[in-house]
């Protein structure tokens, strides 16, 4: 069996490199610098695009410092790479030469989380949340699905600053339909309204958690579900205004939770002096190597469908 | 400039930096001194385009100094080139001062931020690859010290600007043989750095870095080179010029104290 056959969802990785190569057709001062990553929708570009397109090697230290001194330069570079080493591998450079200067770049990171799942703990990236939101002026953005991909890098083309773009390794199942963009705006989606209780996700775990509600509401309980695709900044306003609607507050992600997206929503809720029961749920520390899909990684790790439901009933009892 | 108008430049650019360091009691003067003579070639022996009072020329020569702990041996001759005024050469390191340890990109005449090192030839190969995308003709010079080659992204950056044939990039190593804590080939050595960098396919020179009769002839045949990135390694002595610090890694950040003050003003001239 394919893996790829005509009903896979479209991989975010593509949508996004056709969206730049649409953008670098016209604007020969963009550039995409790969360490060694792939793609099929990357094989066109480096046909159509050769003086745009650069192989920094397996070498992701350079390939920063190389960005900063093109993006000095008037250029703007989006830097491509697995999550792991374009994140912690490279992690001094992003801070030293990226952040510190503020430069308009674009770190586009793939397989977040556990998406190389039987690739195991060199591939995984549990921090990559909290390592890249503690840097000085960055923008995180976690698609959950093809529409929401398109939105935000049609944005992050449009609107050049220094961010970091966090991409599934396996297509979405769709999440939107044609109705994301307005929330482009607001930094979240406040997907459906629910009742007393609300769940907020991001990126790949969105679907489990909107899978989790459909049986949830077969026990009578009528959740809320908010996708938080931006991580940072976090729109405080808003999203505090939007939880603060609810009861209770059960945040799901596939990260550590040491620093993660729970944590930007809690500390969020401190600064804004809102009390409100709420309930994380993510990895936690002694996670070890285990040969699995990401379905069992997740059954392992605590953030399956069946945690979410569990917690969920938890906050209820209360 | 003739070589005694450089060597009086370079004893010019030694009596400022001291100044500056003396009176905030903050710098490093040993490793802005080994640099002192390679840094007074490019700006005033005729090898960098740069032109006065324009420090956003979009022609001008890149000069990256990557050993950020010794970036401020650039900023008496960018006040002296008139990209700021010189009264900022006094408010060093201080509040509202422009000048800070380290280099800041903000600074007129400072092409990145430095401090951490192993960043440069990469920052540099950056701006040599968008020249020559751009079309234009400048150079990027890159002054690195020969501890910071023990970092591992100097040697990535080694290999693609060697790739790339990045013939507009030029790293000169400060080779005074120093680091903190002593020699660098009794803690950790660097061995053979020419032939290292030859290796990785450089054009490699060596030369005295305190010798304005062999740094100008070689930065002259650098701008022959084609194809490839050039290096000069530059042995230097750490502390050149006042002669208690010569070659003493105990004073990388040490401050003299009133005797010693003397006798450096002394040998400074001042």
Same mark, same amino acid.
């Given at each position: 069996?394919?893996?790829?056959?005509?009903?896979?969802?479209?991989?975010?990785?593509?949508?996004?490199?056709?969206?730049?190569?649409?953008?670098?057709?016209?604007?020969?001062?963009?550039?995409?610098?790969?360490?060694?990553?792939?793609?099929?929708?990357?094989?066109?570009?480096?046909?159509?695009?050769?003086?745009?397109?650069?192989?920094?090697?397996?070498?992701?230290?350079?390939?920063?410092?190389?960005?900063?001194?093109?993006?000095?330069?008037?250029?703007?570079?989006?830097?491509?790479?697995?999550?792991?080493?374009?994140?912690?591998?490279?992690?001094?450079?992003?801070?030293?030469?990226?952040?510190?200067?503020?430069?308009?770049?674009? &770190?586009?990171?793939?397989?977040?989380?556990?998406?190389?799942?039987?690739?195991?703990?060199?591939?995984?990236?549990?921090?990559?949340?909290?390592?890249?939101?503690?840097?000085?002026?960055?923008?995180?953005?976690?698609?959950?699905?093809?529409?929401?991909?398109?939105?935000?890098?049609?944005? =992050?083309?449009?609107?050049?600053?220094?961010?970091?773009?966090?991409?599934?390794?396996?297509?979405?199942?769709?999440?939107?339909?044609?109705?994301?963009?307005?929330?482009?705006? %607001?930094?979240?989606?406040?997907?459906?309204?629910?009742?007393?209780?609300?769940?907020?996700?991001?990126?790949?775990?969105?679907?489990?958690?909107?899978?989790?509600?459909?049986? &949830?509401?077969?026990?009578?309980?009528?959740?809320?579900?908010?996708?938080?695709?931006?991580?940072?900044?976090?729109?405080?306003?808003?999203?505090?205004?939007?939880?603060?609607?609810?009861? =209770?507050?059960?945040? %799901?992600?596939?990260?550590?939770?040491?620093?993660?997206?729970?944590?930007?929503?809690?500390?969020?809720?401190?600064?804004?002096?809102?009390?409100?029961?709420?309930?994380?749920?993510?990895?936690?520390?002694?996670?070890?190597?285990?040969?699995?899909?990401?379905?069992?990684?997740?059954? &392992?790790?605590?953030?399956? %469908?069946?945690?979410?439901?569990?917690? %969920?009933?938890? &906050?209820?009892?209360? | 400039?003739?070589?005694?108008?450089?060597?009086?430049?370079?004893?010019?650019?030694?009596?400022?930096?001291?100044?500056?360091?003396?009176?905030?009691?903050?710098?490093?003067?040993?490793?802005?001194?080994?640099?002192?003579?390679?840094?007074?070639?490019?700006?005033?022996?005729?090898?960098?385009?740069? *032109?006065?009072?324009?420090?956003?020329?979009?022609?001008?020569?890149?000069?990256?100094?990557?050993?950020?702990?010794?970036?401020?041996?650039?900023?008496?001759?960018?006040?002296?080139?008139?990209?700021?005024?010189?009264?900022?050469? #006094?408010?060093?390191?201080?509040?509202?001062?422009? #000048?800070?340890?380290?280099?800041?990109?903000?600074?007129?005449?400072?092409?990145?931020?430095?401090?951490?090192?192993?960043?440069?030839?990469?920052?540099?190969?950056?701006?040599?690859?968008?020249?020559?995308?751009?079309?234009? *003709?400048?150079?990027?010079?890159?002054?690195?010290?020969?501890?910071?080659?023990?970092?591992?992204?100097?040697?990535?950056?080694?290999?693609?600007?060697?790739?790339?044939?990045?013939?507009? #990039?030029?790293?000169?190593?400060?080779?005074?043989?120093?680091?903190?804590?002593?020699?660098?080939?009794?803690? @950790?050595?660097?061995?053979? @750095?020419?032939?290292?960098?030859?290796?990785?396919?450089?054009?490699?020179?060596?030369?005295?870095?305190?010798?304005?009769?062999? #740094?100008?002839?070689?930065?002259?045949?650098?701008?022959?080179?084609?194809? *490839?990135?050039?290096?000069?390694?530059?042995?230097?002595?750490?502390?050149?010029?006042?002669?208690?610090?010569?070659?003493?890694?105990?004073?990388?950040?040490?401050?003299?104290?009133?005797?010693?003050?003397?006798?450096?003003?002394?040998?400074?001239?001042?």
């Amino acid at each position: 069996m394919s893996v790829t056959n005509e009903s896979s969802p479209q991989l975010m990785r593509d949508i996004v490199i056709n969206s730049i190569a649409k953008a670098a057709k016209k604007d020969k001062n963009i550039l995409f610098i790969s360490a060694d990553l792939g793609a099929k929708s990357l094989d066109d570009f480096r046909r159509d695009f050769p003086n745009q397109f650069i192989h920094a090697g397996i070498s992701e230290q350079n390939m920063v410092d190389l960005a900063s001194g093109l993006a000095l330069s008037g250029k703007r570079v989006f830097l491509y790479a697995m999550a792991p080493f374009i994140t912690a591998r490279c992690y001094e450079q992003i801070k030293c030469v990226i952040a510190s200067m503020g430069l308009p770049v674009t &770190l586009i990171s793939v397989g977040v989380g556990l998406g190389y799942d039987h690739a195991t703990l060199t591939h995984f990236t549990p921090e990559d949340i909290a390592c890249m939101r503690a840097l000085n002026g960055i923008e995180v953005l976690t698609p959950s699905d093809a529409e929401s991909t398109e939105v935000i890098i049609e944005k =992050a083309i449009a609107e050049p600053k220094f961010r970091y773009l966090r991409l599934d390794r396996q297509g979405q199942l769709p999440i939107y339909n044609g109705n994301f963009r307005p929330n482009m705006k %607001v930094g979240f989606s406040h997907i459906i309204k629910g009742k007393q209780l609300v769940i907020v996700s991001c990126g790949a775990l969105m679907n489990k958690v909107l899978a989790a509600r459909e049986k &949830l509401m077969f026990e009578g309980m009528d959740v809320g579900i908010i996708d938080l695709f931006r991580v940072k900044p976090i729109n405080g306003r808003e999203l505090s205004k939007a939880l603060n609607s609810y009861n =209770a507050i059960l945040t %799901v992600e596939e990260q550590l939770l040491d620093g993660g997206m729970g944590s930007a929503i809690t500390e969020m809720l401190a600064d804004y002096m809102i009390l409100k029961p709420i309930k994380r749920l993510g990895m936690r520390d002694g996670f070890s190597v285990v040969n699995g899909d990401r379905d069992q990684l997740h059954d &392992l790790y605590g953030i399956a %469908v069946s945690d979410v439901i569990k917690a %969920v009933n938890e &906050l209820y009892q209360r | 400039m003739n070589i005694n108008d450089l060597e009086n430049k370079a004893l010019w650019l030694r009596q400022e930096l001291f100044e500056m360091v003396i009176k905030q009691k903050k710098g490093h003067i040993p490793s802005c001194y080994s640099c002192v003579e390679v840094m007074v070639a490019l700006y005033y022996g005729g090898i960098v385009n740069i *032109k006065h009072g324009y420090p956003q020329d979009p022609d001008r020569d890149r000069v990256i100094v990557s050993k950020g702990h010794a970036a401020m041996v650039q900023y008496p001759i960018l006040a002296d080139f008139n990209f700021f005024p010189k009264s900022e050469l #006094l408010k060093f390191t201080q509040s509202g001062g422009l #000048l800070g340890m380290y280099a800041d990109y903000r600074i007129p005449g400072i092409e990145g931020i430095s401090g951490s090192l192993g960043h440069g030839i990469g920052m540099g190969a950056g701006f040599a690859i968008a020249a020559r995308h751009d079309g234009k *003709k400048y150079q990027s010079y890159i002054i690195l010290g020969d501890g910071e080659c023990y970092e591992g992204s100097i040697w990535e950056g080694a290999m693609f600007a060697a790739h790339h044939k990045l013939d507009n #990039l030029v790293a000169i190593v400060d080779r005074n043989a120093l680091c903190i804590l002593g020699e660098t080939e009794e803690l @950790l050595s660097l061995g053979d @750095l020419e032939n290292k960098w030859r290796s990785f396919g450089w054009e490699t020179f060596t030369v005295d870095g305190h010798s304005f009769n062999e #740094l100008l002839p070689a930065f002259e045949k650098i701008k022959q080179v084609v194809g *490839k990135p050039s290096v000069i390694i530059a042995n230097t002595i750490k502390g050149k010029g006042i002669s208690f610090m010569e070659g003493k890694s105990e004073w990388h950040n040490r401050m003299p104290n009133l005797e010693q003050m003397a006798q450096a003003r002394s040998e400074l001239g001042l």
